[in-house]
């Protein structure tokens, strides 16, 4: 039913790295599943956990499936549940405070970002990230089509 | 692309605190952010993560952009995905077992803190929290009006 | 206002563990709860966090009350903002690419999942996780009735 992996003793460390992107679409999904295993082999940890975190209030950190349809059917049911067509009062720049001149409409992909989350933590384990066979990990992007950055923070146990 | 925040290799530390505060209204997002920067300072940890934990069941801890006009668009989006006036069971406190006298007709709250999660982690670098331009962290309380509490637990490397 | 847990300075270790459960039907939350409590226990971790991780494409890890008609109001919201009778891409096989010959049709399972997340981070204090009075953790199945597993995975510092 359980299995332990490593107990060990040895010295703990932390390593913080920022990643920078480049979107293109409005909705999009950026597997970044190969640039957090190379950091986390850099930072040579054995055991440990790794914490993606997405600085921006439009943009989210996900787990789940690379499948090109199926990331339709993601992108599907964020528009059904949060649409663009329907009023929201952060895009009214009449009446809001503090507007810069280049405010882009996206009240709508505050919301999204706001339902999933700005960060997703992951297990290392013998120096690799612990990932199902299925599972990558996505920069999910809601308001896109322009430079976006996220962070990569491992803490553990020395290799 | 990277840029590597440190790499030093100094001993470890843990710090949990528990923190009050009182919410007056069903919905109430508080902008905790002023708390977590001043707990990771008093922490003097150099580099490392924060978790912010939410104990309740019909509360949530969120990171977004604190601009009240949009605070409206995400209390208007949960209420529409999760209604307050359609029937949960868990408000039929005819047939459901342990139900306390003062009970809440809360249903649509818990379901609300389930779609969003119970804790955010944060990077510590340089001392200080990483957030983006815009980002604040927020308890996010769903069937409000009553004291509250909420967890900030640091870990990493000693300044 | 707040309150100081501890300022210890010892030493830190990391430990993770897998565990395996069966799970019977399509929506199905299982409580985790105790399993997690002996784990942390098992590890000696005086302070520190523990991260739950569903290494599944379609379950997800939660924190709410574990009360049955409550459960019910969970699952209810979810089919009702991701139905299982309209179109996935993901289940058009025919067009789709690595497509397995026991292929389930589970494009809304993904959905939910996404929607969720994959981990949930609680703290370790006093050598005890910290939940409130009413929660409970839940591995969440969304295409149940097969063997699942998840991961915990603890940090901190050694009692």
Redesign the interface.
């Given at each position: 039913?359980?299995?332990?992996?490593?107990?060990?003793?040895s010295?703990?460390?932390?390593?913080?790295?920022?990643?920078?992107l480049i979107t293109k679409k409005q909705f999009e999904m950026v597997d970044i599943t190969q640039q957090v295993r190379e950091?986390v082999k850099a930072a040579h940890i054995q055991?440990?956990?790794v914490?993606i975190?997405?600085?921006?209030?439009t943009a989210a950190i996900?787990?789940?499936?690379n499948?090109?349809?199926?990331m339709?059917?993601?992108m599907k049911?964020l528009y059904r549940?949060?649409p663009v067509d329907i009023s929201?009062?952060?895009d009214?720049f009449e009446?809001?405070?503090?507007v810069s001149v280049n405010e882009r409409s996206n009240?709508h992909a505050?919301?999204k970002?706001?339902?999933?989350?700005?960060?997703?933590?992951?297990?290392i384990?013998q120096g690799e990230i612990?990932?199902?066979?299925?599972?990558s990990i996505f920069f999910v992007d809601l308001d896109g089509g322009r430079p976006r950055d996220y962070?990569i923070?491992v803490?553990?146990?020395k290799a």
């Open positions: 039913m359980s299995r332990w992996y490593n107990k060990t003793n010295s703990m460390k932390t390593q913080n790295q920022r990643i920078t950091t055991s440990g956990q914490l975190y997405n600085p921006h209030t996900r787990i789940n499936h499948e090109s349809l199926l339709q059917d993601m049911a549940l949060v929201y009062s952060h009214l009446v809001r405070q503090q009240g505050h919301v970002a706001f339902l999933l989350g700005s960060s997703e933590s992951l297990i384990d612990v990932l199902g066979a299925k599972q962070y923070s803490i553990g146990e």
